[in-house]
Every structure is written in C-alpha cells, then in structure tokens.
C-alpha cells in the first residue's frame, strides 16, 4: 500500500496566496473601471458586474497558478537533470 | 378578473380596448348581483368547454347555466353529467329559446347554423354569445350584423384574444409608440393532424355532422376556423380593416379525407399599404401558432409573449471587453474566400410583453359577456371587428378558389 506524505501548509505559503488572490481582483476591477469609459457604460455597472468581476478574478488566479505551476515543473526537471548529471 | 385592469396606463388599455370597462368596476359581492340565467345551444368540444369555463366563475358571479341544447345524442347527455342535471336539456334550440327566463344564450354549434340559431336568438330577444367565426355566408355574418344593431341585443362573437392580457399590454406597448411604425404583420398557424374527431362505427351517417368542419357546405376550414383569429389581431394592432386581399390554397397531403384546403395562405393589403402575410397548414406543427408584429423599433410575439428591441441593448462593457479579447485572440484568419457575412436573425432574448398572462381568457370573455348583460349593452367595436374578421375569412376562400384578388363589396361595409 502507499503512503501518503505529510504536507505542511506554511503561512507564507498562504500569504503568497492571498497575494495572488487580491493581485487578480485588483486587475479584474481595473478591467472593469476600463471597460467602463471604453464602451460609455454607466458607472453602476462597478456594482452591478462585481460577480461576473469576480469569476474574472478567479480565472486570472487559475491562469496564474498554472503558469506557477509550469515554471516550477521546468525548474524541477532541470535541477534533476542537472543533478544526474 | 380586476387583474385585468392593473397598472398604470388603463386609460390608454380602456383607449385600445374599451370593451375592458366592464372589468374596471369595483367588483361586487355574489349576494349583491342579480342572478344570470344563459342556454348554452351546442355543446360539443368548444360549447361544453365554455359551459366548464362557465361554472368555474358561476357561483362569484350568481351565475347559473339553467339550459343546454343539443341535437346529438352524446353531446347532450354529457352536457347534462356536466350540469349535474341542474340544467334542462333541448334537442330543439327553437324550445329553448322560448323559454322567457333566460338572460343570454351561448351559441357554439357548427360554422353553418351560427346564422340561424343566431338570428332567432336576437329575434327572441336574448342577448347573444356566438362562437367564432360569425356565419359561413357574407350575407349570413351581414344579416346577423344588422339584426344586432335593429333590435339593440348584444352579439358577443367569440374573439378571445381581445380580452388576453399579453395583447392587451401589447397593445398598450403599440399604441404608446413603443414598437414605432407598425409595418408588417405576419400569422400562421402549423398543425400535424387531419383534423377528423372520430365516428362512431356503423355510423358513417354522422361523418358530415362531426366532421364538418372538413366540408365547404358547412366551414371555410382553416380559414374560418384559424385564420379568423390571427386577421382579427392584425386589423385590431392596424386600427383598420383590409382592402383587398389575395390567397391561395391547395389539398395536398390529407387527400381523400376532406373537402376543405389542408394548406393555405393568404395576403391581406391594408389602406396604407402595410400587410398581413398568412399561412396555416396541416402537416407540420414545427412552427406551431404565432403572429409576429414587425414595427419600426421593434418586434411581439404575441403567442409566446415576447418583445423584441430593433436595435438590443449593448451587454455589459466588462463581457464586451472580454468578448473583444477573445475574438483578437482566438479568431480564425480568413484565407481568401467570401467576404459577406450573411444577414442571419438578430439573436437576441427579448423581454416578456407582460408577467400577466395567467389570466385565462376564454373565461374573462365570458365573463364580460356577463357583465354586458348586467349593464344591458356591450361595446360595437366587438362585434364590428368580429363581423370583418368573418367576412374577410371568407373573402379569403373565394380568393383561394377563384385566384382573384378580391376587395369587399360596399354593401357589406358596416
């Protein structure tokens, strides 16, 4: 049978992650507030938008954290190749 | 029954609808009014489907269907189940209009006795309720017509969806300017039957008197029996009746099992050029019913209750942002070839004419005719668009059958 490893959810790690988090929000708002005065919509549409914004957000999150998660995978792979080495 | 009337704008519902006012009372304790007595003189599917639509608003509205009249055996027998055998019965409509205690009688026989029946009714002094389409004849609808007015009796033709509240809005929507110039009209009505109700076996004696509404001695076919409807609502959005009208018609598929076209159309021109385009046919239902109202800024839907803006509103400028990113970034590049993109249907959602459309209004019809009874009088614009949906119908048919184009004669105008 096979045993599952330990994993410690460090509060950096967590950190790292709210930072993620707000950093997508702040950009899915931003794109918000642009889309406004490029397509002359009413300002209430801050308001009215937010959970389409916010499903925004996420998405940006997700694209980031796999783009993350592709730059370590890379980095692993090359740090075990140059270890065989 | 008040729903009807909710809302601001009842003036301008009472302007484009004026037979409404009998709904705009405050509506009165069953105690506090006299009891109405009606006959209801042929009751087969549609006549006893108006007995049922009766009773449900018999005891708010001290009404009491006291006699049922019918000349074939079952339709009799299960109009009196349906009465509980409160109500009396006739095989003779001419016994049950000497009867002096009734109040109203409600004709719903076939197409061909509507005339007859109809006549000795005003005659006898009732007030009177006919089904749909007024007479099979244009002298017969005319003759109905001018006895109505001679004896001032109340002739209550059997157009149900003067009194829906998704028309009524619509309506209201069209004459507020909301649907800008009304233009275009188009209606079709697309079954998958051949229309027969069945026969008893060994009995073919009665194919003619079921069936009838398949034969031209006794029914225009769909254009009496459907279109009647639909040309009703285009005349009444127009605010004018037609002036000439054009039609074709053809048996195509139920051959051998009727006499009345199972596919037809028909082109109605108006005075100021617009048009009503019609078709009913009998063997797909795809399409089902609709009538379609093309304005100027925008489109109805009136049998599934929708309206659409000519130009719809923009979406959210966050969705047009990314829709924008996405076509940049996913979009094909064309490699030669057409450049025209074709002018497909605008796809839009639309918006609902009215959240009012519960109201059912076969019954609120009936509950009108009750109500001009009370008051001893109902509106002339309901019998007058009655009378020229019946007759158009019918110019429509002799259109079909001669290929002419064909304009009412000035002595059927009323």
């Given at each position: 049978m096979f045993k599952i490893r330990d994993i410690t959810i460090t509060g950096a790690a967590i950190t790292r992650e709210i930072r993620y988090s707000i950093i997508s929000l702040g950009i899915a708002l931003l794109a918000n507030g642009y889309a406004i005065v490029k397509y002359q919509a009413g300002w209430g549409e801050l308001i009215t938008q937010l959970p389409f914004v916010l499903a925004l957000a996420l998405v940006l999150y997700l694209i980031a954290a796999a783009l993350r998660l592709l730059f370590h995978s890379l980095r692993w792979i090359a740090a075990a190749a140059w270890r065989k080495k | 029954m008040k729903g009807i009337m909710t809302g601001a704008g009842s003036g301008l519902m009472l302007a484009s609808a004026p037979w409404l006012k009998v709904f705009s009372g405050k509506a009165a304790a069953p105690s506090a009014l006299e009891r109405v007595r009606l006959g209801i003189i042929g009751v087969g599917d549609r006549g006893s489907a108006l007995l049922q639509n009766i009773q449900a608003f018999a005891l708010p509205l001290n009404v009491e269907i006291a006699a049922i009249c019918d000349n074939y055996e079952p339709n009799y027998q299960r109009a009196l189940e349906l009465t509980a055998g409160k109500a009396a019965g006739y095989r003779d409509y001419r016994r049950l209009l000497e009867r002096t205690d009734l109040d109203g009688v409600v004709v719903a026989t076939p197409l061909h006795v509507h005339a007859p029946v109809t006549l000795d009714a005003l005659q006898a002094g009732q007030q009177v309720f006919c089904e749909k389409s007024m007479a099979r004849t244009l002298d017969d609808s005319k003759a109905m017509y001018d006895l109505h007015r001679r004896t001032g009796r109340i002739l209550q033709v059997g157009h149900q969806r003067l009194f829906s509240p998704i028309y009524l809005d619509a309506m209201k929507k069209i004459r507020s300017g909301e649907?800008?110039?009304?233009?275009h009209i188009r209606g079709y009505w697309h079954r998958n039957s051949d229309w027969r109700r069945p026969v008893p076996a060994g009995r073919p004696d009665l194919e003619r008197k079921i069936n009838w509404r398949l034969y031209t001695e006794y029914s225009a076919g769909l254009f009496t029996e459907l279109m009647s409807h639909q040309l009703q609502v285009a005349s009444w959005i127009k605010g004018m009746q037609p002036v000439s009208v054009v039609a074709n018609g053809g048996l195509i598929y139920?051959?051998?099992?009727?006499?009345?076209?199972d596919h037809v159309a028909a082109l109605f021109t108006y005075p100021d050029d617009a048009q009503f385009i019609y078709d009913s046919i009998n063997?797909?239902?795809?399409?089902g019913v609709e009538e379609q109202i093309f304005g100027s800024r925008g489109t109805l839907e009136l049998e599934v209750n929708k309206i659409y803006a000519e130009t719809p509103p923009a979406p959210p400028a966050i969705r047009q942002l990314v829709h924008d990113l996405e076509e940049d970034l996913f979009a094909t590049i064309p490699i030669g070839g057409a450049s025209w993109v074709p002018e497909t249907a605008v796809r839009s959602e639309g918006g609902y004419i009215t959240g009012n459309y519960r109201m059912d209004e076969t019954r609120l019809q009936l509950e009108a005719f009750v109500g001009y009874i009370r008051a001893g009088q109902a509106p002339e614009e309901l019998t007058r668009q009655a009378y020229y949906a019946t007759v158009w119908s019918l110019l429509a048919e002799e259109a079909a059958r001669t290929g002419a184009r064909l304009k009412l004669e000035e002595r059927y105008h009323v």
């Open positions: - | 649907l800008g110039q009304i233009t139920w051959k051998g099992k009727r006499e009345v076209y063997s797909n239902k795809h399409y």
